[in-house]
């Protein structure tokens, strides 16, 4: 198998994707304000393969974000209104009787919103865990079954949700298998007063119109596929390996935090999106390897919703973001005899 970092033209490439990443987040900017961390952990998701979990406090632009992005890209959108009446067959579909012109009768399948490219599923935790679980296998499929019958998405697929932190009645906290299906989890702050006055200036005057469209399906999956090319070195490879394993508290040298506020830790797939992550931030600076610090810079939105404190953790109220600080402050890039045999 020939090596992409020596296939002629690779560099050029990574220029391109990272020509093509500034013009997406130019053309997001025509709409949204600020958020630059929040649109740049987006991108990673959507060049990553992954799905995107977006929490913050109503009114800061979750869904307009996602909306916005989809208008950007040459792609089909799909919003789901999540509420706690709403059914799967709302999501996925279901098959209908058809009569033909000859009078002969046949089911056919009548597609749901989920049968799009980019899904908005809008306040995800006010659904039922039933409702909820009807996105389990599109999320890791990209494909879901409906009578018996399994139905392809069309690619590339990728589903934003949102939820509401701040809201406890009429919502049903997402299960850890499906959160585990989210690449990121990234918390969306406050504008700043410079950024709120700009949005009143955008907001309540003419409509600015819709932003340009920049990148084309094809373009988009060429990035994907060029993503996975990016390099990751076997001593970061090991070092994301490490802060996965420092995250369970039964591991030894996991940080004192750890072992106190933690129940479980993360996972293969959470160690899977940590790579994944980095391999997007080096792609969109146009670098062909991962360096450690592409790794330690999407630590947070990786992990967040894969730790699960424990009793002592949640009564002491902390949370999992300083969680992860802890593990990147102490887990070292290189192994302690790395350093070793290099000071020798």
Do not use: W
């Amino acid at each position: 198998m020939t090596d992409p970092l020596e296939r002629p033209g690779f560099q050029a490439e990574l220029d391109l994707a990272r020509t093509a990443s500034q013009k997406l987040r130019d053309a997001i900017g025509h709409t949204i304000v600020g958020q630059g961390d929040v649109v740049d952990q987006v991108l990673f998701g959507l060049l990553g393969g992954g799905h995107v979990l977006l929490e913050g406090a109503p009114g800061l632009g979750k869904t307009l974000l996602v909306r916005t992005l989809a208008q950007c890209l040459e792609l089909k959108f799909s919003r789901i209104q999540f509420t706690p009446d709403l059914m799967p067959s709302d999501v996925l579909g279901t098959n209908v009787l058809v009569t033909a012109e000859g009078g002969a009768r046949h089911f056919a399948l009548h597609k749901g919103p989920i049968f799009g490219q980019v899904i908005l599923a809008d306040e995800i935790n006010r659904a039922t865990p039933k409702t909820q679980s009807a996105l389990l296998e599109a999320m890791q499929e990209h494909a879901c079954t409906i009578a018996g019958q399994r139905h392809a998405m069309e690619e590339p697929f990728f589903v934003l949700a949102t939820e509401n932190p701040i809201e406890m009645e009429g919502t049903y906290p997402l299960p850890e298998a499906q959160l585990d299906r989210f690449l990121l989890k990234v918390i969306v702050p406050s504008p700043t007063e410079d950024e709120m006055t700009e949005i009143l200036a955008r907001t309540t005057g003419r409509d600015g119109g819709a932003p340009p469209r920049v990148i084309a399906r094809d373009e988009l999956l060429a990035l994907r596929a060029l993503c996975r090319d990016v390099a990751v070195a076997e001593p970061v490879m090991r070092y994301a390996s490490r802060l996965v394993r420092a995250s369970d508290p039964t591991t030894e040298g996991a940080p004192e935090l750890v072992k106190r506020a933690v129940r479980y830790g993360a996972g293969v797939r959470g160690a899977q999106s940590l790579v994944l992550a980095a391999k997007a931030v080096a792609l969109l600076d146009g670098r062909a390897h991962v360096a450690f610090a592409d790794v330690q810079r999407v630590a947070k939105p990786v992990l967040r919703h894969r730790i699960i404190r424990s009793f002592e953790g949640e009564a002491d109220g902390i949370a999992t973001d300083p969680i992860v600080a802890a593990l990147i402050e102490a887990i070292p890039t290189r192994p302690g005899p790395v350093d070793q045999a290099l000071a020798r």
